[in-house]
């Protein structure tokens, strides 16, 4: 099975950081609901709160490709270039998970212990 994950990061303008949570509230709200979702969560940076981080995970690049078609996702679009500060970035990344009869566990040597 390959999982799709997905990350960003929204810069928000210090004046707009309200609406914007509330924006991406609805926003995560809505899309858990998709067929496919299995976690769409956004989160305030601690190093800056004025930056918002986007973590999502999805059953399959369908489930993800249907998700930008929907109502609110362009609802989200349209508001969203209004309370950004600078570039918004993501990144995708495809999971695949070992099937328990393919492959042995990977086991790891404990590391030596540190004495200080």
Not at 38 to 59: K, R
Not at 77 to 96: D, F, H, K, M, N
């Amino acid at each position: 099975m390959t999982m799709i994950i997905v990350h960003g990061t929204i810069p928000l303008l210090p004046d707009c950081r309200e609406r914007a949570i509330e924006l991406a509230r609805d926003m995560a709200v809505a899309t858990r609901e998709e067929v496919g979702c299995l976690s769409y969560d956004f989160y305030v940076g601690l190093s800056d709160p004025n930056t918002l981080m986007l973590f999502q995970e999805w059953q399959s690049m369908e489930a993800l490709m249907g998700h930008f078609q929907t109502d609110h996702m362009e609802s989200f679009l349209r508001e969203l270039p209004e309370l950004v500060s600078g570039e918004i970035t993501t990144r995708r990344y495809a999971v695949q998970s070992m099937d328990d009869d393919d492959d042995e566990p990977i086991r790891q040597e404990e590391p030596p212990p540190i004495v200080h």
